[in-house]
């Protein structure tokens, strides 16, 4: 129904504007043609200085109803479009039903590698909808009053990226090597110096659980890669969970926290890498990669909070001690700063010795 409703729509009141597509590509590989544009997507990791960007989290809504004017995550297969024209009903067939122009996507973009993503600018939404997947259906039409830029494209752009696909072996996606692979796609999909933004003034991703469904991606851990891939980009995140109130409330707190202490990526990578070695001796972690997380958190904390009191304590006692010698000095001499720092009973019998010397010199 929904594209029957597209066809009557376009028949009655044909649209105007303009939709381009853009092939983004992580710096290094062959790109050749207008739409095409590379990004510095290789990156070491382990050596990023950028700390976590803003986030907000939703337990409630959609990303195309409540990410206006952000860039809205396309949970893509690595063949775009996935089964929209076949028999799949979830979330990216869903996206390019309600905005059938994206479907135009299937006919100019080839496979996606792990170095690249798709960009779709100004397609106009025309359906509203309820339901997913076995139970979606269409729930009337939508209006689309997002406003034109200056080449008559509306205010909308969505970027198609696609996770690995990790089946029933769930524990691989924490290897190192599909580590980084997310990461490079996560970047080449939200740098946004290669989508042209200017300093300061580069949209919010509205994003979600990316890759977490029939994919088996671990939904802590794409949150987690996600916020990296965006603090190096520069954007903040509006994350939904879609009902995931858990999820929700432990991203919120474990960001919270990492804010705190000033983690850097580089800091997270580590960590991802230590968490990875736990699942592979064991097979798994109790308590999730949050929980390990949160250890680790309060592991950096405990280090320096110790530091900072050693430092703290050796200052102090620097401090006294030249306090006390710049004191004595000027009224006696060295002895004088000496007799300062003599214990108390010391000071006493010395004292008691003068009176006593006092008192022999009266009786003569």
Not at 19 to 31: D, E, I, L, N, P
Not at 84 to 109: D, N, R
Not at 265 to 271: E, P
């Amino acid at each position: 129904l929904c594209l029957f409703h597209y066809f009557d729509r376009v028949t009655q009141s044909p649209p105007v504007g303009v939709v381009t597509f853009h092939r983004q590509v992580a710096a290094g590989a062959a790109a050749g043609g207008e739409s095409e544009s590379e990004c510095e997507c290789e990156c070491e990791w382990e050596e990023r200085p950028e700390e976590l960007e803003r986030l907000a989290v939703r337990v409630t809504g959609k990303i195309e109803d409540d990410g206006w004017g952000m860039l809205q995550a396309d949970f893509a297969n690595s063949s775009i479009g996935g089964g929209v024209l076949g028999h799949g009903a979830v979330q990216e067939e869903i996206l390019f039903l309600i905005k059938p122009e994206l479907i135009v996507s299937l006919l100019v973009t080839e496979f996606l590698d792990d170095n690249e993503c798709l960009l779709v600018y100004g397609a106009e939404r025309f359906s509203t909808y309820r339901g997913y997947s076995s139970t979606f259906e269409w729930a009337g039409p939508f209006t689309d009053r997002a406003p034109f830029d200056h080449w008559a494209r509306r205010l909308t752009a969505t970027v198609a990226m696609d996770a690995l696909h990790f089946g029933r072996d769930t524990a691989q996606q924490f290897l190192e090597w599909p580590l980084r692979r997310e990461l490079r796609k996560a970047l080449v999909a939200f740098d946004a110096r290669a989508q042209r933004y200017p300093p300061g003034r580069c949209p919010a991703v509205a994003t979600g659980k990316w890759g977490c469904g029939a994919f088996g991606g671990d939904p802590e851990l794409k949150a987690v890669l996600q916020l990296m891939a965006a603090a190096v980009a520069g954007r903040a995140l509006l994350f939904f969970s879609f009902g995931d109130a858990a999820l929700a409330a432990g991203l919120q707190a474990l960001h919270r926290r990492l804010r705190a202490l000033h983690i850097t990526v580089g800091m997270l990578w580590d960590w991802l890498l230590e968490y990875a070695d736990v699942v592979g001796r064991t097979r798994g972690y109790a308590g999730g990669l949050f929980d390990f997380l949160d250890g680790k958190i309060a592991e950096e904390a405990a280090m320096r909070t110790a530091e900072e009191l050693g430092l703290g304590l050796a200052g102090e006692m620097v401090t006294a001690t030249a306090t006390a010698t710049a004191t004595a000095t000027p009224s006696g001499g060295e002895g004088a700063a000496q007799s300062t720092l003599l214990p108390r009973e010391e000071q006493q019998q010395e004292q008691q010795e003068q009176q006593q010397h006092q008192h022999q010199q009266q009786h003569q």
